[in-house]
């Protein structure tokens, strides 16, 4: 529907446009001004925020959304790879995590659900040393 991303893909756009009217408005039709999703697909769906105030720096808190499947998330930064990637199962999801190395990480689930990785419990709010990890959540 418009105004929407999905009504310029819908009609055409190949990139985000210069109005939410899209290909049909006969404007310009490559423009950043709408680009801010990106920052939504990796610290909304991903959950990835680089918190320079706390010692830890990345904190990951994804937003665990019931319309999808599975999120994949991955950023080169200057300290390494950082992955969140998760995957719905039934009703539980695997949520895999990617820290480099001489980072620790916070990380953040709703408080309602139950969290263990390589077997032993986490809750919301752990820290994560670096390394690769496998988070098995369940709601509670």
Not at 10 to 35: I, K, R, Y
């Amino acid at each position: 529907s418009h105004p929407s991303y999905g009504f310029q893909i819908g009609h055409g756009a190949t990139s985000l446009t210069e109005n939410w009217d899209g290909p049909v408005s006969g404007n310009s039709q490559n423009h950043f001004m709408l680009g801010h999703i990106l920052e939504w697909f990796y610290t909304g769906l991903g959950g990835i925020e680089l918190d320079f105030s706390r010692s830890e720096v990345l904190v990951i808190e994804p937003h665990f959304e019931t319309a999808l499947d599975h999120v994949t998330c991955a950023w080169r930064s200057p300290a390494g790879r950082i992955e969140s990637s998760w995957v719905r199962r039934g009703a539980d999801i695997v949520w895999t995590l990617e820290i480099p190395c001489g980072l620790k990480a916070l990380i953040r689930f709703p408080k309602t659900w139950s969290a263990k990785a390589d077997g032993r419990v986490l809750i919301s709010g752990t820290h994560l040393e670096s390394g690769r990890w496998t988070v098995n959540l369940s709601q509670a």
